[in-house]
């Protein structure tokens, strides 16, 4: 049970992730790699102000800003130069690689026993109800901690999407997801492009380091290497989020890339558990985000085969 | 009122496959007229009507808007004054998006966008009254994704957009061609309502002349990247179809003359 817990805890987590995935893929079509070196920018933020006695709400809005700056740096390469955006983010990505280690002094940054987001709950806690207190969830003894942080987790999770939501539907969001869904229509609308990407691949990134940061606080330690397979992770999370509710309002949509994080969390604990090599991990996500993506094509191909003998 | 002074576009510049799209366009268009582009394919009517948008800058000749020298202005700049339908009917709509956040964008055409909500019910009411012209019954489907409409509905609301606001100059670039008779017919009469009715300046090109002759008060006939002809005032009212087919007719033999008469100078010559 308490395996589930710290999955849905993680998901829910990663779901910032997914959140900055889906503003980069979903509203700009734009495969922004940047993920994976501002995911791990965040994390490396996050322990290491911390580490230096930094307060670690302040940590993370540090962390996310940062991830901003990062995202900022990879739109401007591609609106000014017309690079890529794929090679955009790898530059930017293979960049952050240095810049992290130099954040961090080394490649693994362990916060043993220091002031976190999570520490902090958990003493909260322990002033409430005592140590060590557990409590009974569906007939399973868990610790009540956990399910604190689970709640708390939900709630600023659910607030984070309906605060993005809100955005989305202003004028300035709405602008973004036109530049989106028909660059040339919204220029003719007097909206300049290269500042809305650079804003949106800002914002996305701003939300993955924010994730990295919460998950390192989370779970004790930075490691250079976290962010290495983070964006298919995340669109993973989007296409599951995407399949559950539907080509719907931008709102749903928000709602489904959360689920989608926290699900397929649950997905890779329970396969964990069933006895898949943790080795295997990211080969079964690419293969399953690849099945994802061509799944839709194939169907409609077969829909058009089927109509072509009916005609015949 | 728009002032085009002596514009030239060369693509491709130095490489073989080299277009002088536009060798010096002049003309003048005063304001609340509605003046169609006719011209043969390659005439340069779409590169004219994309250098007055801003899609790219001219080699040389200035645009001038209301006083304001536009020639350097980028596309996005230049839509708080000037609106746009294009010749696909996809072109000109966020198809994701529902009809009411497509007016709504067009509602904020050239204006700084904010944190205000896009959509609200004072909003929505307004909607409704603007798409109620066009009785196509969109009034019920405003939330709908825009995607889902036919390609004259789109048109149609496309146009709705682009002259919400009243533009100082409103460009058409054959925004009928990729529409069946009917639907174009309607569109015609829709762009016919909105112009006279807020009598917009309006430039159009077209490749078809009934639409010349029936529509605006002025034809510029482009060939080979210059103004070949300009008809205002009560010449343009007197012009038919068959004349226009006519000097078509005229300046395809101009073109064979000139090519022929090459040959046999080269010939006799060289």
């Known amino acids: 049970m308490s395996i589930l ?12 992730l997914a959140l900055g995935i889906f503003i980069s893929f979903k509203v700009f079509d734009f495969p922004d790699i940047t993920v994976e070196g501002s995911f791990t920018l965040g994390a490396a933020f ?8 930094v307060d670690p709400l302040s940590a993370g809005f540090i962390a996310f800003v940062g991830g901003m700056a990062a995202g900022a740096l990879t739109g401007f390469i591609h609106t000014q130069f017309r690079i890529n955006p794929l090679l955009s983010g790898i530059l930017v990505m293979t960049a952050l690689y240095s810049v992290n280690l130099h954040i961090m ?31 009974a969830l569906l007939g399973w003894s868990v610790d009540s901690k956990d399910l604190l942080i689970l709640l708390v987790s939900l709630l600023a999770v659910s607030l984070t999407g309906i605060l993005l939501r809100w955005f989305f539907r202003t004028h300035i ?9 028909n660059a040339q229509m919204i ?3 007097g909206v300049n492009i290269k500042t809305m990407i650079v804003l949106g691949i800002a914002l996305a990134n701003g939300f993955v380091a924010l994730s990295g940061a919460v998950l390192a606080q989370y779970q004790g330690f930075a490691d250079v290497q976290m962010g290495i397979g983070m964006m298919v992770w995340g669109l993973a999370s989007v296409i599951i989020g995407q399949a559950v509710v539907g080509e719907s309002g931008v709102g749903y949509l928000i709602f489904g890339t959360i689920l989608g994080s926290v699900l397929f969390r649950l997905l890779v604990a329970i396969a964990l558990r069933l006895g898949m090599n943790p080795n295997d991990l990211k080969i079964i996500t690419a293969l399953f985000v690849f099945a994802a993506l061509i799944l839709p094509v194939l169907l409609k191909r077969r829909k058009g085969f089927f109509k072509r003998k009916d005609y015949a | 009122m728009l002032s085009v002074t002596n514009l030239h576009k060369t693509f491709n510049a130095g490489t073989v496959n080299e ?8 003309f003048t268009l005063e304001d609340g007229g509605c003046t169609c582009v006719l011209g043969t394919n390659g005439s340069g009517k779409s590169t004219l009507l994309n250098a007055v948008a801003g899609a790219f800058f001219p080699d040389r000749g200035t645009i001038v808007l209301d006083g304001v020298d536009i020639t350097l202005w980028p596309e996005y700049k230049r839509a708080q004054y000037v609106g746009r339908v294009f010749q696909n009917p996809l072109s000109g709509t966020a198809p994701d998006m529902s009809i009411a956040e497509n007016l709504s964008l067009a509602l904020k055409r050239g204006k700084p966008r904010g944190l205000g909500r896009g959509i609200s019910g004072k909003l929505k009411e307004e909607f409704c009254r603007m798409v109620k012209p066009l009785n196509m019954d969109l009034e019920d489907r405003l939330d709908s994704p825009i995607g889902k ?44 309502m909105i112009v006279t ?6 430039l159009m090109v077209t490749h078809s002349m009934q639409q010349a002759v029936n529509m605006g008060d002025r034809i510029l006939m482009m060939h080979q990247g210059r103004v070949a002809y300009d008809f205002k005032g009560e010449y343009k009212q007197r012009l038919k179809v068959n004349d226009l087919l006519a000097l078509f007719e005229e300046l395809r033999r101009k073109d064979a003359i000139d090519v022929s008469v090459a040959t046999l100078l080269t010939n006799k010559y060289v």
């Open chain 1, 5 to 16: 817990i710290t999955s849905v805890i993680i998901g829910l987590i990663l779901s910032l």
């Open chain 1, 46 to 53: 996050s322990a290491a102000l911390i580490v230096k006695g």
């Open chain 1, 105 to 135: 002094g080394r490649s693994n940054l362990p916060m043993p026993g220091s002031d976190t987001i999570f520490s902090r709950l958990g003493n909260f806690w322990e002033t409430v109800v005592g140590p060590n207190h557990k409590m």
């Open chain 1, 173 to 181: 969001g709405t602008a973004m997801r036109a530049t989106g869904d």
């Open chain 1, 187 to 189: 220029r003719a609308l």
């Open chain 2, 19 to 26: 277009v002088q799209a536009l060798r010096g366009v002049s």
């Open chain 2, 149 to 192: 409409l036919s390609g004259g509905q789109r048109q149609a609301l496309t146009l709705l957009m682009a002259s919400a606001l009243k533009p100082k100059l409103l460009l058409l670039d054959e925004h009928t061609a990729a529409l069946d008779p009917g639907t174009a017919a309607k569109v015609i009469d829709l762009t016919q």
């Open chain 2, 197 to 202: 009715r807020d009598r917009l300046t309006t």
